[in-house]
T-cell receptor
Framework: EAQVTQNPRYLITVTGKKLTVTCSQN?????MSWYRQDPGLGLRQIYY???????DKGDVPEGYKVSRKEKRNFPLILESPSPNQTSLYFC????????????FGPGTRLTVT | QKEVEQNSGPLSVPEGAIASLNCTYS??????FFWYRQYSGKSPELIMS????GDKEDGRFTAQLNKASQYVSLLIRDSQPSDSATYLC?????????FGAGTTVTVRA
C-alpha cells in the first residue's frame, strides 16, 4: 500500500529534551515536506526537500532541523524543544519534477511541557 | 496578510445542495492550486489540483481558477453527509506550499 508513515504518532516530552520524529514514504517520491498545524493558524510549512541531500526552509523553520540522506526518509529533529512547539505535525511527500501534489502522513501530536 | 485566505465558515448546507468554497491568494507567482479535505482528527487528503485558468471537474467536485483575480473556488455538487469536513485551499510557488486556514463544511441530512 502506497503510504507515508510517521512515528511516533503521539509524544509528550519535556523542554530541552532532544527528539526526532521519523517520516518514511514507499512511493519513490522525490519531494518531502514537514508541516505543523495549529488552531487558527492552519498548516504551515517547516522544511522541505526536493531530493536526497537537498533541503530548504519553509515558513517556520526556527527550532527545527531536517536531513534527507535517503530518498524514502525525512526525519524532523527538535534539538531543544520548547512549549511553543507543541503542535500537530504532518509529513508529506510528492512526485516532484514540476508536479506539486502532496500526500500526507497520519500526523504526530507533540506536547512539550 | 496571509498568503492564502479562505471564506470564513462554518458553512452549513442541506444534503443534495451545492457547497461553494472560495479562496484568494496574494502571491502572483503561485503556479499550482490544491484543495484538500480534512476530517476531524485525520490528515489532509488531496481532492483536487488545478494548474491553469478555467474549470476542472472530478465527480461531484469542480475547481475554478482565475489567475488574473487570484481566486480559486471549489464547488461540491449534491452534497452528502460524508462531505462534512474542513476544506483547505493551498497555493504553490515551486516547492513552497501555503495553506489557508480552512473552511468547515457541515452537510445537514
Amino acid at each position: 500500500e502506497a503510504q507515508v508513515t510517521q512515528n511516533p504518532r503521539y509524544l509528550i516530552t519535556v523542554t530541552g529534551k532532544k527528539l526526532t520524529v521519523t517520516c518514511s514514504q514507499n512511493m519513490n517520491h522525490e519531494y518531502m515536506s514537514w508541516y505543523r498545524q495549529d488552531p487558527g493558524l492552519g498548516l504551515r510549512q517547516i522544511y522541505y526537500s526536493m531530493n536526497v541531500e537537498v533541503t530548504d526552509k519553509g515558513d517556520v523553520p526556527e527550532g527545527y532541523k531536517v536531513s534527507r540522506k535517503e530518498k524514502r526518509n525525512f526525519p524532523l529533529i527538535l534539538e531543544s524543544p520548547s512549549p511553543n512547539q507543541t503542535s500537530l505535525y504532518f509529513c508529506a511527500s510528492g512526485v516532484g519534477g514540476g508536479r506539486y501534489e502532496q500526500y500526507f502522513g497520519p500526523g504526530t501530536r507533540l506536547t512539550v511541557t | 496578510q496571509k498568503e492564502v485566505e479562505q471564506n470564513s465558515g462554518p458553512l452549513s448546507v442541506p444534503e443534495g445542495a451545492i457547497a461553494s468554497l472560495n479562496c484568494t491568494y496574494s502571491d502572483r507567482v503561485s503556479q499550482s492550486f490544491f484543495w484538500y479535505r480534512q476530517y476531524s482528527g485525520k490528515s489532509p487528503e488531496l481532492i483536487m489540483s488545478i494548474y491553469s485558468n478555467g474549470d476542472k471537474e472530478d465527480g461531484r467536485f469542480t475547481a475554478q481558477l482565475n489567475k488574473a483575480s487570484q481566486y480559486v473556488s471549489l464547488l461540491i455538487r449534491d452534497s452528502q453527509p460524508s462531505d462534512s469536513a474542513t476544506y483547505l485551499c493551498a497555493a504553490s510557488n515551486d516547492y513552497k506550499l501555503s495553506f489557508g486556514a480552512g473552511t468547515t463544511v457541515t452537510v445537514r441530512a
